[in-house]
């Protein structure tokens, strides 16, 4: 996973929480620095134990603090991807431009990047079905990313998220509605 992803669950943890739990995390993870490189790529794993451990620490399922984290990431995300945003894009257009537009520069950048794949449908125009497909099995942070990006554009109260599958969180299915 790519190094920025973890820079961010780093800052994530310290607001949210603090920085000795940060540290704590850490250890309780088995890693051994929390200083990650934004342009490297890391093991999988090493985000699984950050997740998993951060669930047991909190009492909080993994795929909630998935959802939290994605919801958390997308300023970062517009801001860095910023130069490839159309300004006329709002919440559905986003979804519909990431897989070509987004995920197409983050897998040119280096050839270990590996976002999900993201089919999007555009079912109605107020509506789109997102088939998330990753062996990361991180559907819940995809999840959150398309709330994050609601709030982002000021459409959460009229924008609805719902996953329709779960199975492993490899393969998720997401329906996004515009309430008209």
Do not use: C
Not at 112 to 119: C, I, R, Y
Request: glycine share 6%; net charge negative; no cysteine.
């Amino acid at each position: 996973m790519h190094g920025s992803i973890f820079t961010l669950l780093k800052r994530y943890v310290q607001t949210q929480y603090d920085h000795s739990t940060w540290v704590q995390l850490l250890e309780a993870s088995g890693l051994d620095s929390g200083d990650f490189d934004h342009k490297t790529v890391y093991p999988d794993e090493h985000m699984y134990a950050l997740v998993g451990k951060a669930a047991e620490m909190t009492g909080i399922p993994a795929e909630t603090l998935q959802e939290k984290f994605g919801e958390y990431l997308v300023p970062d995300l517009m801001y860095m991807y910023a130069k490839l945003v159309q300004p006329e894009w709002r919440t559905m257009e986003m979804i519909e431009n990431t897989e070509k537009v987004m995920h197409k520069r983050v897998r040119e950048e280096h050839s270990e990047n590996a976002p999900p794949v993201l089919d999007v449908t555009r079912v109605s125009a107020n509506e789109l079905l997102i088939e998330y497909v990753s062996r990361r099995r991180m559907g819940a942070l995809a999840v959150g990313i398309v709330r994050g990006l609601a709030v982002y554009f000021d459409e959460a109260d009229q924008i609805q998220v719902e996953p329709t599958t779960r199975e492993d969180g490899q393969h998720v299915q997401i329906r996004v509605r515009r309430r008209a």
